[in-house]
């Protein structure tokens, strides 16, 4: 799989063109649209303590991303092949600013307890911010203090979106093979999201791109003869999650036509309850969710 920049007048000829199988949405648009979402489900959730407290976090996001939609721009060499990877591209440490920000932003709004967490994180060494961030889009997740984790990915998170934004990529779709991870930054998806023209796209957890995955395959491994899909009540539930018997995985699934407010972050969030069912079975989750890092430590 390669990936190309474009200039500005191939972009807008090719989104005339209908079926994209790279989407790169607007950031602020993006996390306005997640805060708003998370403060909807948060008035009929057992979690709505914690997904208000993502909801403040998002919205301090979309905050930022005005501030810094023309300080974050490609400077770096970057391959052909996931070209903004862990093994391929360093972030400018521009993202430590936003960090920084994000932390003023959120030490007004937040309880006593987490005021804390922040206080701690602002007094870390840059070099130990850098570490851990890195740490983080490694998937070591057991390196980095969990009560810090998701506001560095928080950061991390804006940058890499502005970052994508403002860089204008295509993707080309070679084969079926290995796109379980995101095709310019290599993370893993936070579920999939099946539009109204039913294109199945996958979700990235930290560049907020998204890119196509046919349906009715498992998008971990590819298989086709043993998926099945698992809700909570009833069959046409929006969010869903499509297991797979053959690598005893599953991912989220959320049907844009049953709910057009679905967000990835949030609805997958709110749907915890079916992970807690599916953890009664031998699948483990092949998504992502930041806001999950409290829970996987």
């Not at 005005?66 to 996931?82: E, F, G, N, P």
Request: hydrophobic share 40%.
């Amino acid at each position: 799989m390669s990936v190309r920049i474009l200039e500005k007048d191939t972009i807008t000829r090719q989104s005339a063109d209908g079926f994209k199988p790279l989407i790169i949405g607007q950031p602020q648009t993006i996390f306005e649209s997640r805060a708003a979402r998370l403060r909807q489900l948060a008035k009929e959730s057992f979690m709505a303590d914690y997904l208000l407290l993502v909801g403040q976090i998002t919205q301090a996001q979309a905050n930022l991303t005005a501030t810094y939609q023309d300080k974050v721009q490609l400077q770096a060499k970057i391959s052909k092949q996931t070209p903004l990877s862990v093994q391929h591209f360093e972030p400018e440490n521009i993202w430590l600013d936003i960090l920084n920000d994000l932390i003023e932003q959120l030490a007004p709004l937040v309880s006593d307890d987490i005021k804390t967490t922040l206080e701690q994180l602002n007094q870390q060494a840059n070099d130990v911010l850098v570490n851990y961030g890195k740490a983080l889009r490694q998937s070591n997740f057991e390196r980095v203090p969990a009560e810090q984790a998701i506001f560095i990915w928080a950061a991390l998170n804006t940058f890499f979106s502005l970052l994508v934004a403002n860089s204008r990529f295509e993707w080309q779709q070679e084969g079926n093979e290995n796109l379980h991870h995101c095709p310019l930054c290599h993370s893993a998806p936070v579920a999939s999201m099946v539009n109204d023209s039913g294109h199945r796209y996958l979700h990235c957890s930290l560049c907020e791109a998204q890119w196509n995955s046919i349906r009715a395959q498992c998008t971990q491994c590819g298989d086709s003869r043993q998926i099945k899909l698992a809700s909570l009540k009833e069959n046409d539930a929006p969010v869903r999650a499509e297991t797979c018997n053959e690598c005893q995985s599953y991912l989220k699934l959320m049907f844009l036509e049953k709910d057009h407010q679905l967000d990835a972050v949030a609805d997958d969030l709110a749907s915890l309850v079916l992970d807690v069912k599916l953890s009664e079975t031998a699948l483990l989750r092949s998504g992502f969710n930041p806001f999950l890092l409290p829970v996987l430590q």
